[in-house]
């Protein structure tokens, strides 16, 4: 296994839609297996391909403290949205940052697992906004997104200042 580089808003590539996961195989397989380990380190509940420049529709989620609930949710669909929740969001693509955002706060999500096996779940609370927060990634879209352009540019000025620094 391996820790994957996460890349960092304003990345262009964070902006890529990912395509399809054509085959579940074992090349699938391991970069969820990376994906989960980079996921634990960071340490975050979710990650989606196109954090770790891999434009393929795939993402992990494990919500538990016990961080012994990995999900690996492969071409994922959301079936059913219902009811509205407010929650405070932080993204691994956008450190340091936390902002409230408005998701559904019940959904259903049909996906493929590790063995390319068609699955359908309901999810609610954390577990829905995350998923709802990773399939945007898939999207190109951020939880930025969802802010007023003023503070989106102001998070935006932030981290290419920051990440000047570091360079
Ligand atoms: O670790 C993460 N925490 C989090 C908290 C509230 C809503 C969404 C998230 S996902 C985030 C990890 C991440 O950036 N996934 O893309
Ligand atoms: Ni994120």
Request: a negative charge; glycine letters at 4%.
């Amino acid at each position: 296994m391996a820790i994957l580089q996460v890349l960092y808003h304003p990345d262009p590539r964070l902006r890529i839609k990912a395509a399809p996961v054509p085959v579940v195989d074992d090349e699938v397989r391991r970069l969820a297996a990376d994906m989960m380990e980079t996921m634990y380190a960071a340490p975050g509940i979710g990650l989606a391909a196109t954090q770790v420049n891999v434009h393929r529709r795939l993402l992990v989620v494990d919500v538990s403290e016990t961080h012994d609930q990995p999900l690996c949710l492969i071409n994922p669909a959301l079936l059913q949205k219902e009811g509205v929740e407010r929650m405070e969001e932080g993204c691994l693509s956008v450190p340091g940052v936390f902002e409230e955002v408005e998701r559904a706060e019940r959904i259903r999500v049909r996906f493929q697992d590790l063995e390319g096996h068609t699955v359908e779940q309901d999810a609610d609370d954390l577990l829905a906004v995350c998923i709802q927060h990773e399939m945007d990634h898939l999207e190109g879209k951020l939880f930025l997104d969802y802010l007023s352009p003023l503070k989106r540019s102001r998070i935006t000025k932030k981290l290419t200042k920051a990440q000047k620094q570091v360079m």
